[in-house]
C-alpha cells in the first residue's frame, strides 16, 4: 500500500513539474484596433473605396433626371392648363408620356446600376478588411512564437457595455507598436499615422 502511493505521488510529480517549471504563463497584449488604424495597406484600401464612391457620385444620370424632371413638370402644367387648346394639349400629353417612359427607364436602370456598384464595393471592403485583419494576426502569432508569450489578448475591443474586453492583465507585454512596425516593415510600406482616418 506504501508502495503504491509512493509510486503514485513520484508519478503525479512528474506529470506537475514542467507546468511547476514553467511558473506562470507569458502573456501579451494587442490592441488590434490600432493595429489595423496602423497598417498602411488599411489607408490604401480607405483610399481605394474613397475614389471609388467618388466615381460613383460622378455619374452623369442623376442629373439627367432632374432634367428630365423639370421638363415632365412643365409638359404636366401645360397639360392642365385650360387655357390651352385640346390639339395643343394632347400633343403635349403625348410628349409626356414618352419623356415620362425615358425617366422611369433612366431612373429604374440608375438604381439598379448604382445598387450593383455599391454591393460590389461593400463585398470587396470585407474581403480586404478581412485580410487584412489575418495579416495582423499572423505577425502576431509569428512574434509570439518567437519570444514565447503562451497567450496574446485583444485589448482593443469593446463589450456590449462598451468597457474593454479585458479589464486587467498582469505582467503582460504590449505587442502593438511591434507588431505595427512588422506589419508595415514586411508589407514594404511605410509606418502611418495611428489617428483615425475620417
Keep these: 500500500m506504501f508502495l503504491r502511493n509512493l509510486l503514485l505521488l513520484v508519478t503525479l510529480g512528474s506529470a506537475l513539474s514542467p507546468s511547476l517549471k514553467a511558473g506562470r504563463p507569458h502573456l501579451a497584449t494587442i490592441d488590434m484596433a490600432k493595429a489595423f488604424e496602423s497598417y498602411h495597406l488599411t489607408h490604401e484600401e480607405r483610399n481605394r473605396v474613397r475614389e471609388a464612391r467618388k466615381a460613383l457620385l460622378r455619374d452623369p444620370r442623376p442629373e439627367t433626371l432632374k432634367l428630365l424632371e423639370v421638363e415632365l413638370g412643365d409638359l404636366r402644367g401645360k397639360i392642365q392648363d385650360p387655357a390651352s387648346e385640346e390639339k395643343r394639349r394632347q400633343q403635349d400629353y403625348q410628349r ?18 448604382h445598387s450593383a456598384k455599391l454591393k460590389i464595393l461593400n463585398e470587396s471592403m470585407v474581403v480586404v478588411t478581412r485580410k487584412l485583419l489575418n495579416d495582423i494576426r499572423i505577425v502576431v ?30 505582467d503582460a507585454t504590449d505587442l502593438t507598436a511591434r507588431v505595427i512596425e512588422e506589419l508595415n516593415r514586411t508589407q514594404g510600406g511605410k509606418p502611418v499615422d495611428s489617428s483615425p482616418v475620417p
Design 141 to 170: 502569432r509569428k512574434i509570439a512564437r518567437e519570444e514565447g508569450f503562451d497567450h496574446v489578448f485583444e485589448i482593443g475591443g469593446k463589450t456590449s457595455s462598451q468597457l474593454p474586453s479585458l479589464l486587467y492583465i498582469r
Design 96 to 113: 409626356f408620356l414618352v419623356k415620362h417612359h425615358e425617366y422611369s427607364t433612366l431612373k429604374s436602370e440608375h438604381e439598379r446600376d
